[in-house]
């Protein structure tokens, strides 16, 4: 059996290094996406152009020069004017790396998708555990901050109910 049956084509980690989050999405770029294929980044932009019906705005979106810039700066590729690449990237969403199976015809395209497809099921997860843990720290501080407030109310000197010692004079017979 080899290696793409079992599952273990790319492990999951080399994935999600690959994974950004741009735009308030979780996205993977075009160049990251033609390695992990196998493919050249203009043959994967190439297969994608001939299909742009698969490839909606919501699926794949291109990055502005300042995000690509900042991306760069983040990711420490090379400067502009030195053979890199002439276009902005493309960045696909989980549903855009879906559509790409589609386009790409080959049993690595296959199993590395499947790959992929793990890989965001497996931020979905441990996204939901790290939202069920915040909600039990909210609750857990609301304990705590109630138990605080009976503490300080015990610590705090009983008032005096005690009437003053001497003659007060009443304020009637002024």
């Known amino acids: 059996m080899s290696k793409a049956k079992t599952g273990t084509v790319i492990p999951i980690e080399r994935i999600a290094r690959c994974v950004y989050l741009i735009r308030g999405h979780k996205v993977m770029l075009d160049q990251d996406l ?9 043959n994967l932009n190439k297969a994608v152009k001939r299909n742009p019906r698969r490839f909606p705005a919501d699926f794949m979106f291109q990055l502005s020069d300042s995000e690509h810039k900042s991306l760069r700066f983040q990711i420490g590729t090379s ?5 890199g690449r002439r276009t902005l990237p493309y960045a696909f969403t989980e549903q855009g790396i879906a559509m790409l199976s589609s386009v790409l015809h080959s049993d690595r395209a296959a199993d590395i998708n499947v790959a992929i497809m793990r890989t965001f099921v497996r931020f979905r997860e441990m996204l939901a555990t790290n939202e069920e843990l915040a909600r039990r720290v909210a609750r857990h501080d609301q304990e705590i901050a109630t138990l605080f407030h009976h503490v300080q109310r015990l610590l705090e000197p009983p008032k005096s109910k005690k009437h003053p010692i001497g003659y007060v004079p009443s304020r009637d017979h002024e």
């Open 79 to 83: 400067k502009e004017g030195r053979g």
């Open 34 to 42: 033609a390695a992990l294929y196998g493919v050249e980044t203009k």
